[in-house]
């Protein structure tokens, strides 16, 4: 067994637990799990943007804002990097959306929302977080546009729910 393969196992392992914590609530156990897995991460390796996320989130759950907006613009870091490379590759731009939107950047959000949604072809997960993201805007209009169309969409294919619930929640 390589290292490499050992390491990704052992990364793995450490997500698995944090989230077994999340379930839980355990904040603080699951985020010191997720930081042990990011400091783990081999700079060689392609990063787990979403790991970043998560740990920003659970630093907000913390109440400690430094600690989040950090690990998001890390995430955003990492995302404009992928997105120089491939200015088509669909998922980063809804990724950048969604990290933009938990960094309170909504303007920058909604630039990328439009762009995952153009990409995507309307696919639903750019749809969802583009959703999301018009909220907080407050562009009710078109957050609502976009709800109706996840809304037909789930009478026929799987559509999150927590993106109808989310949307509705502004």
Avoid at 20 to 40: F, G
Avoid at 125 to 136: K, N, Q, S, T
């Amino acid at each position: 067994e390589s290292k490499i393969g050992r390491t990704l196992m052992s990364i793995e392992h450490l997500k698995e637990q944090a989230r077994r914590h999340e379930q839980k609530e355990e904040w603080r156990m699951s985020l010191d799990l997720y930081l042990q897995a990011i400091e783990q991460m081999d700079e060689e390796e392609p990063p787990d943007i979403g790991l970043y996320n998560r740990v920003g989130d659970l630093y907000t759950r913390l109440d400690n804002l430094d600690g989040a907006v950090k690990h998001y613009e890390e995430a955003i870091d990492q995302l404009e990097s992928v997105i120089e490379l491939d200015r088509s590759f669909m998922v980063a731009w809804v990724e950048l959306a969604d990290a933009y939107d938990r960094r309170g950047d909504l303007e920058k959000a909604t630039v990328a929302a439009d762009r995952a949604i153009e990409l995507s072809g309307r696919a639903v997960a750019a749809l969802g977080v583009g959703a999301i993201v018009f909220a907080h805007t407050g562009n009710v209009d078109k957050a609502r546009e976009l709800l109706r169309e996840l809304t037909d969409r789930s009478r026929t294919s799987y559509v999150f729910p927590f993106w109808l619930a989310a949307i509705h929640a502004g």
